[in-house]
Structure formats: structure tokens, C-alpha cells
């Protein structure tokens, strides 16, 4: 049994072994690594009909079997099977014959399996929380602790490895013959680099200095080198092809300048990528101190190194804003879910996942509900003309063969020389899994996330084994990314390390007041197209928006109830309930858009508070801030009376009066009483205000509603 945290060299330490074993003694060795929590009891042990009574073999039966038959000369070669994955007795207790002396396997058909004396087990395994004693007495053990591998002994062995890649592996598109010197040039020159670089200071002070950041996942310093290097290596790549179409090589100094940033800026993102936006500036102002890099800071002492990126015209510092387009909307383009407004947030993030992506690294988006996470994800695979995306929801209760299936919709098995092979249906193309809230899932009762344990698997070993065939299947040309809320929101379980430690981590946070002010300010200037005489309206139309958005976060909590959520989604369909009452008017007046704006803005935010004296603040601070970013407008007559707003006394969605609105829904109560309800109802004013609540959600664009009551308060009545 080996035993250790993830990262610290179990792995590595057998499969040296095993080569080093194959090398000096001249025998075949075979490796077979099975993960027993991803598939069931049966299709590892095998099983028994109980009506024919005729045994199955399970994918272990099966391997011992072969070995025991001897038909293709098994007896002359090594067999070590892994069991790489978390030990509990549900399975492992089979295994205590096949442990012990006996050396037996005992299937319940009465046939005896011997253990042969060129077959080993091992267990490679995080710890032995839920394994018995029974299990552990009968196997060697091995403790891998944190000095084992320490993290200057993890960066050479990364810079060994890209010393030994080649960066035109990471795309099919071969590079130009012409420029091999070039391509020598940059990977001689980042090795070169790198070494003088980490002589001047060591990459223990850098991480040291990360730990002290506070990060969304618990961090891991394998995990932020590895990100370094895929950052770093896909970054050679894109500068590799952008000189390939030039007419002369580049300069040395040229190179030089746009590595020493590159290497700069990969440091900032992989070491403080999954920390917040604060964290990150002050990690930048930390790199920009050390020795390598005094003299790579911006021209503007007072900007964040956050805020440039590499120029690979000249190498040198280019500010995001200037990469970020001004784009303008078509109004109908405001209820399109995938419309998207660039803003320098977005723009830097897809920058980064367009990279880690180029070098097929997994990459993990974590952030609050409504923060953008699968835009951006999206708006990043666009870049990309040779991936498929395959859109994955979990759920508490995702399988393995959920996800398996899933893949097989979207894949071909194909039999070659070497195996079975699962590959995306479109030649030549990647295909991306993406899998969306990816920390519900629920642990079994030893603490297992099965879906986890197979994508950690499927990244790993690039494979997994095929219950029904007992075959294993390698992939092909299959990536994956995920999104989830933060580990500390309800529902959600933390993600193992062992999985965690394969991907790159980047925290999406909701965007800033700035960034808020560009999105809107772009949804409502496309709003106002159809009103001309309303357009000078739409910068204090998202003033006023985000300030109420601002407050309402900030005054109400999920403490006081768990439903107070407030996300930038909320501005969103402030912005579409604005837009599918104007669409069809013609004319507007400054009273009546305020009024509109208002009528929406407490239907957002006033209609799920629970108490009176909260829908009375609420109400106050929209008649101020009204009052604040209108002053040319008669707010006091814009707000006054009730504002209710309905499609039913008209075909279009318009302001209405109460007491023509009851008559109306009183004319046909009593049609609606004899088909749909045993008793009548009584119309009073809090009845017609829900039900034209209820109305105007139901009649949105992905109107989705909740309602929150005690029993018996009349829920489903109103939905009726």
C-alpha cells in the first residue's frame, strides 16, 4: 500500500520501479490501474445468475484469469495490478484471501483463482480512513510524506519536461519548416531563462508568499507550477506562430523581453489565478519587487501588473482596456442568452482559458451565481476553430455512467492494434467536456465522489475501463473544463485533491462596478434604439439600475434568509423586462420610462423580501435613487399610486388601473371556480398584485419562478 497526499511521487516511485525491474531483469511487464469506487462491486469481482446459475467474469476476475490460463505466454511476463483509488471494506474485504497466505481468490460460483507468483497488488491511495485492520495487516506499507517532494524537486522536474516537449504539439496545424531556428530559439531561451531567474530567487519564497493568499480551493503549489508551464508553453506557441508569418526572425532582445513578461505574467495568474481581484494586485506588487523582474514593471507605477498582458509586436506591456472592442447591440440582441458584452474581466479571462486550453490543460472556473462563468468559458472556445463543446449539468445524484454516456453521444469507438479507442465523431477535432457545477455531486458514505474519481481517471490515465465489455478504453482527443459555486455555498462538496491537483483553478468573481456600468450601459443603450427621444436616458437608466442592485446587496444578506441572493443576473432581466414592454410602443414618456423602471426594479427586488418594514425600504431607496439620477423628470408623479403593469386588458404589456383590472378578473372568477378550484375565491388587493407577479415571470424569456410560503398560504391556487 502506498500512502501520501497527492503530488508527493506514488506514481512515480512504482512506475520507475516497474521500468527499472523490465530493464535490468529482461521481463515484460504489464500494468493494469483499476479504480474500484468508479465501478460497481460486480463489473470488478464478476457475479453469479441467480436463476442460470453461470458465472460472469468482473474486469479483476477476468485479469487473473488470463494470467492463470497461460495462452499467449502470461507466465513469462510481470503483472502488477493498481488499485489506484479510495480503499473501503465494501470492496476490498473480497480481496482478503487473495492478501493472505492462501494467495486464493474465491468466487461464489465454489471456483478457487490462484494469485501467481508474477502478479503483484498494490494499493496507491490518499489515506486508509475507512480501510480495516483486517486489510492493512495483510499488505507492506509504504508512508509518502510532504518532504518526499518538495517544490523546487516538482519545478525541475516540470522544466525537465518542457526541455523535452515540443510546442508544436499542442496544435494540428504544423509550423513552417522555416522558422524550426526560431522555434529552438524560444524553448532554448525559456530553459535558459528559467534557470537564471530561480537562481536570483527561489520558487519556494514565491509560494510561500501564494500561501498567504487567500484562494477559493485549497492550494497546492504542484498544481500552480503545473498551470505555470502550461501557460508559459502555450504562450511560446502563440508567439511562435505570429513570428512564422513575419519576414525576418525576431531579434534575441525581442525574444528575450517578451518571455522574461511572459514568464511574469504566467507566475501572477497560476500562483494568485483562483484568489480575489485584491489578492491578485498585491501578489502582482510582490513579483514586481523581486530581482528578475525590477525592471519589467509597467510604465505606470500606479497600475496593477493585472491590468497588462504581452504585446508579441515588440514584447513589451500592453494594457487590457486596449484589447477590450467597443461592441453595439442590436435591441433584440438584450434576450439573447448568449449575448456578450467584452468587458476588461472578461476579456483577460478568456485570454487565460483560451491558453490553458491550447496546451489541453483541465481547467476548473470557480465563482458566485451570475458571475459569467459559462459566458466566458464559451466566449473562449469561440477562439478556437477545431473544438466541440459537449455541455454536462451535474447534479447531486450524477454517475459515472451519466458521464460515460454522455461521452459515447458525442464519440466513436474505434478498434485498433493498440486497444479500443473513444474519439469525437468529427474528425479531427477536440471535443470539450464541460462540465457544469461540478462540486454537487454527493460523496457515497466513505467520502467518494464516483463522478470525480472517473474524470480524475480519464485525465490521468486518459481512459477508463468499459463496464460492459471489461474492456479498457483509451480517449481520444477529449478535454475537460468545469464551473461550479464556491466549496463554502450549500449543497456543495469539496472536490478531492487528488483531482483538483490535475487542473488549473481561476476564480470568476462577480464583475465590478465598472464593469457592471459597461454591460448595462451597452443592453440599455440598445434598449432605447426603438424610443429616440428616451436614448440621452440610458446612462442614468444603469446609474440607477446598479446603484439599486449595489444597495439591495449590501442591505439584505443570506444570513437574515437563505433566498437573498443577489447576482448581476438580477440587472439582467431588469434590462429584458424593460425592453419586452417597450418593444412594441412606439412613444414613451420621461414619467412613464421611470415609472417602468421602477415597476421592474421592485418586482426584482422587493417581491421576494419577507418582511413589511424591508419591501418599505426597499420602495424608499427606489423613490431615492430615482430622485438622484432623474432630476429633470417629475419623479413624485412618476411613482405615484400603485404601479402595475399587464398584458390582459391589452395586446401589449402596459400600465393598467386596479379597479379595472378586478372587474375584469372578476368577470371570469366564477368559469375559473366551477373548472379549477371546490371553493370560490375571494378577490382582495394582494391576490391580483401576486397574480400579475407570477404573470410577468411566466410570459419572460426564461421565466423561472420560485414561490415562498408556508403551507396552505395559497401557492398553488395562484399558479392555477
Given at each position: ?5 497527492s ?8 512506475q520507475?520501479?516497474l ?13 493494469h ?6 465501478i460497481?462491486?460486480?463489473?470488478l469481482?464478476g457475479f453469479?445468475?441467480a436463476t442460470t446459475?453461470?458465472?460472469?467474469d468482473?474486469i ?7 494470467i492463470?490460463?497461460?495462452l ?8 502488477w495490478?493498481?488499485?489506484n ?8 474485504e473480497?480481496?482478503?484471501?487473495v492478501?493472505?497466505d ?8 465454489g471456483e478457487?483463482?490462484?494469485?501467481l507468483?508474477?502478479?503483484?497488488l ?6 486508509l480512513?475507512y ?17 518526499i517532494?518538495?517544490?523546487?524537486m ?5 522544466l525537465?519536461r518542457?526541455?523535452?516537449s515540443?510546442?508544436e504539439?499542442t496544435e494540428?496545424?504544423?509550423i513552417p ?8 530559439r524560444?524553448?532554448?531561451?525559456v530553459n ?5 531567474i530561480?537562481?536570483e530567487t527561489?520558487?519556494?519564497d514565491?509560494i ?6 487567500v484562494?477559493?480551493?485549497e ?8 498551470s ?11 508567439y ?8 525576418f526572425?525576431?531579434s534575441?532582445e525581442?525574444?528575450?523581453?517578451y ?9 501572477l495568474?497560476?500562483?494568485s ?6 489578492d491578485?494586485?498585491k501578489?502582482g ?12 514593471s ?5 497600475d496593477?501588473?493585472?491590468?497588462f498582458d504581452v ?5 513589451q506591456?500592453?494594457p487590457?482596456v486596449?484589447?477590450?472592442?467597443q461592441v ?5 440582441a ?11 474581466d472578461t476579456?483577460?479571462?478568456?485570454d ?11 481547467v476548473?472556473l470557480c465563482?458566485?451565481?451570475g ?6 468559458l464559451?466566449s473562449?472556445?469561440?477562439q478556437?476553430r477545431?473544438?466541440d ?12 455512467t ?10 466513436t ?22 462540465c457544469?457545477e ?13 463522478v ?8 490521468e ?12 478504453v483509451s ?15 450549500a449543497?456543495r462538496?469539496?472536490?478531492?485533491a ?10 470568476v ?25 428616451l436614448?440621452?436616458f ?5 446609474n440607477?439600475m ?6 439591495s446587496?449590501?442591505?439584505?444578506t443570506?444570513?437574515?434568509?437563505s433566498h437573498?441572493i443577489y447576482?448581476p443576473?438580477?440587472?439582467t432581466r431588469w434590462?429584458r ?7 412594441h ?5 420621461d414619467?412613464g ?18 418582511g413589511?418594514?424591508?419591501r ?5 431607496m427606489?423613490?431615492?435613487v430615482a430622485?438622484k ?10 411613482l405615484?399610486?400603485?404601479?402595475l403593469?399587464s ?17 375584469f378578473?372578476?368577470a ?10 371546490d371553493t ?7 391576490l391580483?398584485?401576486?397574480?400579475l407577479r ?16 408556508v403551507?396552505?398560504s395559497?401557492?398553488?391556487s395562484l399558479?392555477?
Amino acid at each position: 500500500m502506498l500512502v501520501g497526499r497527492s503530488g508527493k511521487g506514488k506514481t512515480s516511485t512504482y512506475q520507475t520501479l516497474l521500468s527499472a525491474l523490465e530493464s535490468v531483469e529482461s521481463v515484460e511487464s504489464v500494468c493494469h490501474v483499476l479504480d474500484a469506487k468508479i465501478i460497481s462491486k460486480d463489473t470488478l469481482f464478476g457475479f453469479l445468475d441467480a436463476t442460470t446459475r453461470e458465472w460472469t467474469d468482473g474486469i479483476f476476475t477476468s485479469i487473473l484469469r488470463k494470467i492463470v490460463e497461460n495462452l499467449r505466454g502470461e507466465n513469462k511476463k510481470r503483472y502488477w495490478i493498481i488499485f489506484n483509488g479510495d480503499v473501503d471494506p465494501e470492496w476490498v474485504e473480497n480481496l482478503n484471501s487473495v492478501l493472505d497466505d492462501n494467495k486464493v481468490l474465491t468466487l461464489p460460483n465454489g471456483e478457487r483463482i490462484e494469485l501467481l507468483a508474477n502478479v503483484r497488488l498494490i494499493f496507491e491511495v490518499e489515506n486508509l480512513k475507512y480501510a480495516t485492520p483486517a486489510t492493512i495487516s495483510r499488505c507492506g506499507m509504504i508512508w509518502y510524506g510532504d518532504d518526499i517532494v518538495n517544490a523546487s524537486m516538482y519545478f525541475q522536474s516540470e522544466l525537465h519536461r518542457l526541455k523535452r516537449s515540443d510546442i508544436e504539439d499542442t496544435e494540428d496545424e504544423p509550423i513552417p519548416i522555416s522558422t524550426e531556428m526560431t522555434r529552438e530559439r524560444i524553448l532554448d531561451r525559456v530553459n535558459e531563462m528559467l534557470h537564471k531567474i530561480f537562481q536570483e530567487t527561489s520558487i519556494e519564497d514565491i509560494i510561500v508568499k501564494a500561501e498567504q493568499l487567500v484562494h477559493i480551493m485549497e492550494f497546492s503549489y504542484s498544481r500552480a507550477i503545473s498551470s505555470f508551464f502550461s501557460l508559459l508553453k502555450s504562450s511560446c506557441l502563440n508567439y511562435q506562430r505570429l513570428k512564422s508569418q513575419d519576414d525576418f526572425a525576431p531579434s534575441q532582445e525581442l525574444i528575450d523581453g517578451y518571455i522574461l513578461r511572459t514568464i511574469l505574467s504566467s507566475l501572477l495568474w497560476s500562483f494568485s489565478g483562483d484568489s480575489s481581484l485584491e489578492d491578485r494586485k498585491k501578489y502582482g506588487k510582490y513579483l514586481l519587487q523581486l530581482a528578475p523582474f525590477v525592471n519589467s514593471s509597467p510604465a505606470d507605477p500606479f497600475d496593477s501588473l493585472l491590468d497588462f498582458d504581452v504585446s508579441a509586436d515588440n514584447g513589451q506591456w500592453i494594457p487590457w482596456v486596449n484589447r477590450v472592442p467597443q461592441v453595439e447591440l442590436e435591441s433584440q440582441a438584450v434576450v439573447s442568452t448568449d449575448a456578450v458584452v467584452p468587458t476588461i474581466d472578461t476579456q483577460r479571462h478568456q485570454d487565460l482559458i483560451y491558453r490553458l486550453l491550447q496546451d489541453h490543460k483541465p481547467v476548473l472556473l470557480c465563482g458566485p451565481p451570475g458571475s459569467g462563468k459559462t459566458m466566458t468559458l464559451f466566449s473562449a472556445l469561440r477562439q478556437s476553430r477545431n473544438m466541440d463543446v459537449m455541455g454536462l449539468n451535474f447534479s447531486k445524484s450524477t454517475t459515472p455512467t451519466l458521464l460515460i454516456k454522455s461521452l459515447e453521444q458525442h464519440c466513436t469507438y474505434h478498434r485498433t492494434i493498440n486497444g479500443t479507442v473513444l474519439s469525437p465523431t468529427q474528425i479531427g477535432r477536440w471535443l470539450v467536456v464541460f462540465c457544469d457545477e461540478i462540486n454537487l455531486p454527493a460523496n457515497d458514505k466513505y467520502g467518494t465522489q464516483r463522478v470525480i474519481s472517473l474524470l480524475r481517471q480519464m485525465i490521468e490515465e486518459n481512459g477508463f475501463w468499459k463496464e460492459d465489455e471489461r474492456k479498457w478504453v483509451s480517449l481520444s482527443r477529449v478535454q475537460f473544463v468545469g464551473a461550479c459555486n464556491p466549496p463554502t455555498d450549500a449543497g456543495r462538496t469539496p472536490l478531492s485533491a487528488r483531482f483538483l491537483r490535475h487542473t488549473a483553478i481561476i476564480l470568476v468573481d462577480s464583475p465590478g462596478t465598472l464593469s457592471l456600468e459597461q454591460i448595462y450601459l451597452t443592453f440599455n443603450r440598445s434598449i432605447l434604439k426603438s424610443i429616440p427621444s428616451l436614448r440621452h436616458f440610458s446612462d442614468s437608466l444603469t446609474n440607477a439600475m446598479i446603484e439599486v442592485f449595489v444597495r439591495s446587496k449590501e442591505h439584505f444578506t443570506s444570513q437574515q434568509s437563505s433566498h437573498y441572493i443577489y447576482s448581476p443576473r438580477e440587472l439582467t432581466r431588469w434590462c429584458r423586462g424593460i425592453f419586452e414592454a417597450i418593444r412594441h410602443w412606439d412613444e414613451l414618456s420621461d414619467e412613464g420610462l421611470i415609472r417602468l423602471w421602477a415597476h421592474e426594479g421592485l418586482r426584482l427586488f422587493s417581491d421576494r423580501l419577507i418582511g413589511k418594514h424591508e419591501r418599505d425600504w426597499t420602495w424608499d431607496m427606489i423613490r431615492e435613487v430615482a430622485s438622484k439620477h432623474f432630476p429633470g423628470a417629475d419623479v413624485r408623479t412618476a411613482l405615484n399610486g400603485s404601479i402595475l403593469y399587464s398584458s390582459w386588458l391589452s395586446r401589449t404589456y402596459s400600465p393598467v388601473e386596479q379597479e379595472t383590472l378586478r372587474q375584469f378578473i372578476k368577470a371570469r372568477m366564477k368559469t375559473f371556480c366551477e373548472e379549477e378550484l371546490d371553493t370560490p375565491l375571494v378577490l382582495f388587493d394582494d391576490l391580483l398584485d401576486h397574480i400579475l407577479r407570477i404573470d410577468r415571470v411566466l410570459r419572460q424569456p426564461q421565466g423561472h419562478l420560485i414561490l415562498i410560503g408556508v403551507s396552505s398560504s395559497g401557492k398553488v391556487s395562484l399558479i392555477h
